[in-house]
């Protein structure tokens, strides 16, 4: 009797230490590779589930980390209310965009530009739960389509459009044609007899 004294004790003891050890309470969810136009407003949407109620004390914090692995760059922060920086590369470029309410800790960056390429970390923190995961964003920014080549498409596009559209009525007129000279040969035949 021994054996299932020994594993209830055992069960017994991890429970108890499992609720002492902290858990990783804070999951943050962005997506994983976003591309966007170059000159364009781009939001970055980043949501967080916590086991705890939302905290008067959560923070935000938005970094960012370019494509030559230079040193993190801080973006954004949040506490009780949104902190734009006052100085750095996004400095006047980005604003608040989320919703404490609804889990949402978004921001949008405007006028993006090809520096601007790299990964953005998206950390929440939500007294008690301050240990989680970190969202992870890699922007591409791309350089816009020249008009000349949205004004090939266009030209591309309508031109099949009105070749199918010419196709079609030729072939409309010509059965209707067709079934006018076979009428007319009925006639003939019923003139005939």
């Given at each position: 009797?021994?054996?299932?004294?020994?594993?209830?004790?055992?069960?017994?003891?991890?429970?108890?230490?499992?609720?002492?050890?902290?858990?990783?309470?804070?999951?943050?969810?962005?997506?994983?590779?976003?591309?966007?136009?170059n000159g364009t407003n781009l939001r970055l949407k980043c949501t967080f589930s916590s086991s705890s109620?939302?905290?008067?004390?959560?923070?935000?914090t938005w970094n960012f980390q370019p494509e030559?692995?230079?040193?993190?760059?801080?973006?954004?922060?949040?506490?009780?209310?949104?902190?734009e920086l006052p100085t750095g590369r996004f400095k006047e470029r980005v604003t608040w965009d989320g919703n404490i309410k609804y889990n949402d800790v978004s921001i949008m960056i405007w006028n993006l530009q090809p520096t601007d390429n790299g990964t953005f970390t998206c950390q929440v923190k939500n007294p008690p739960d301050v240990y989680g995961t970190i969202g992870e964003v890699r922007l591409r920014v791309?350089?816009?389509?020249?008009?000349?080549?949205?004004?090939?498409?266009?030209?591309?596009?309508?031109?099949?459009?009105?070749?199918?559209?010419?196709?079609?009525?030729?072939?409309?007129?010509?059965?209707?044609?067709?079934?006018?000279?076979?009428?007319?040969?009925?006639?003939?035949?019923d003139t005939e007899l």
């Open positions: 009797m021994r054996g299932p004294n020994w594993l209830g004790a055992l069960l017994f003891l991890g429970l108890q230490l499992r609720a002492l050890w902290p858990a990783a309470a804070v999951e943050v969810y962005t997506s994983k590779e976003v591309d966007a136009v109620p939302i905290s008067p004390d959560l923070t935000v030559d692995l230079s040193s993190h760059e801080p973006v954004f922060w949040y506490l009780k209310e949104p902190y791309v350089q816009k389509v020249h008009f000349s080549e949205i004004h090939f498409l266009a030209v591309a596009i309508g031109s099949a459009c009105v070749l199918m559209i010419i196709v079609v009525t030729v072939v409309i007129i010509c059965r209707h044609h067709r079934k006018k000279v076979q009428e007319k040969k009925i006639e003939v035949a």
